[in-house]
């Protein structure tokens, strides 16, 4: 099978933050799926105000290879309507939609006709497309790249962090890490608009197996007032540094506390989700405490393979438990592991490409 995929290189473009999760999942883990090369198309250096050109550029590229399938993994409109439609009538597309929890009415559904095949990660829509006449549509799954080197021989990790969570700021995230600490619980942050800033995809595999307790966080909106709460605080709390003469830090944290507010009252992102973090971060050989998601159990066992949390209250409980719990954190470390071993995006691809030839 000839296999093409069309989109991102490097994480919003920016090569500083290595290879993006689209190209270890739609170009490494499918050839792998498949035992031949995909062939990538890239969209970086499109970005800006070259998007009739770059539409030429795919038509070319699909014209000399001729694929039997163009691998989609479109968040926005990153590629033009009418480009999807002339290459749906030429070749066969997939994109996968991995936020139908909460975009599937406001993205998934108004777009899903452009392509021959759709992939979802949540098995509660799929009734949906159907609903609205979409074929074709195949129940899926995040997962973790089988390109770790994991030995399992060594049984004393030099820890680096005693509690880490890797992923970008959100007025949500920063709530539930501010309530922690404090708690006198210390969380080390890594992500954009964190001080530390971002990492490479590298160095946070690594960090993941080198954080004795990772936080797997959403930065989904719940009906907790006291996010609205510690927001308006903080507005207040902003006003001090206007009194300092610390416009900067007024600007910063003002912003940042109106922004959590709007979040609350009008975001649409209320639902929890099943995230490729969850894959990741056990198949780094880390442990993680995760919000819970609807359907997580379908994929590790709530307890002995994954621990999970429904509000701040309870994930201070656990923090402070497993970081006590060396051994009990070790045994559901090493089961979900092995469980995460199962959850490949090899194995998904196999699967997808298989129902692909049944039809």
Known sequence: MNIAFIGYQYPYGNKDFGKSLDVQIFVESVSLAIEKKVSPFYIDNYMSNKKHQMDQDIKEFCDQLNPDLILFNLINDEISVDLL???????????????????????????????????????????????????NVFLSQWAGVELYNINLTEDEIDYKFDISFIGAYSPVRAWIIDYLKSNGINVECFGFNWPSGPISSEQMLNYFRLSKINLNLSNSVNNDFDFVKYNITNLFRSFRFLLQFKAKDFYNLAIKSLKGIKLFFRYEKTSEQIKARNFEIPMSYGFQITNYALSIEDYYNIGKEIVVFNNKEELLKLCRYFIREKKLRKKILHRSYLRSMEHTYVDRFKTIINQINKL
Do not use: C, M, P
């Not at 021959?116 to 609903?131: H, M």
């Open 85 to 135: 439609k002339d290459l749906k009538k030429k070749y066969s597309t997939l994109n996968w939609f991995g936020d139908d929890q909460w975009r599937y009415d406001s993205f998934s559904k108004k777009i899903a006709q452009y392509f021959t095949y759709k992939v979802t990660t949540d098995k509660f829509s799929v009734e949906k497309y159907k609903k609205d006449g979409h074929s």
